[in-house]
Structures are given as C-alpha cells and as structure tokens.
Nanobody, 112 residues
Framework: QVRVVESGGGLVQPGASLKLSCTAS????????MSWYRQIPGKERELVAS????????NDAGFLKDRFILSRVYGENTMSLYMYNLKTEDTGIYFC?????WGQGTQVTVSS
C-alpha cells in the first residue's frame, strides 16, 4: 500500500521561513513525478511546485517561484518545500503528491 506523509507545518509569523517535508512508502521505484499543492481557505486547490520523474526543471507557480523552492532527494521518494518570506495569504493546507498518491496535508498558518 502506497502512503504519502507530509510534515513540517506549523504556526509562523509573517516574514518567517518554513520547510515542509514529504516521504512516500510502498512504491516500487523512485522515479516518480512529485508535486506540492495547497488549499487556501475559500479558494480552489492550487499547484505550488512540481518536478517531473526525470529530474528536469521544476514547474513553479509563477506567483510563488521567488519564495517557494522544491527540492527532491534522488534515489528516494522524499522531497521538501522550502518556503521563504511567508505571508498571511500563504495560510492553508499543503499537500504532497508522489506518483499520483496524495498525502493528507499539513497545516501552515502565517499569523502575527
């Protein structure tokens, strides 16, 4: 059974940085596309960043690419999302997707 688990969410102040991590288990290889999505209250779920299985260039949501950086560990089904200069509007649930399997999400709250 494939399982994807996110970690690293929490409460931070505006301007702070946060690292989210994601690990998948139960997969038969390590060559999968990986993505981060987020669900902002009152908005549709949106793509934050993704990276294809061949390790090519990441695809970042244009409005986030200067602040959010996706990093994957090759040879493992593990990736991280580095978030800088967080804003209150970044508050939401962040989901990891590896090989088409979604995690349950981790809450990020940016508030003073």
């Amino acid at each position: 059974q494939v399982r994807v688990v996110e970690s690293g969410g929490g409460l931070v102040q505006p301007g702070a940085s946060l690292k989210l991590s994601c690990t998948a288990s139960g997969l038969t290889s390590t060559n999968y596309p990986m993505s981060w999505y987020r669900q902002i209250p009152g908005k549709e779920r949106e793509l934050v960043a993704s990276i294809p299985s061949d390790g090519g260039h990441t695809n970042d949501a244009g409005f986030l690419k200067d602040r959010f950086i996706l990093s994957r560990v090759y040879g493992e089904n593990t990736m991280s999302l580095y978030m800088y200069n967080l804003k209150t509007e970044d508050t939401g649930i962040y989901f990891c997707v590896i090989g088409g399997t979604w995690g349950q999400g981790t809450q990020v709250t940016v508030s003073s």
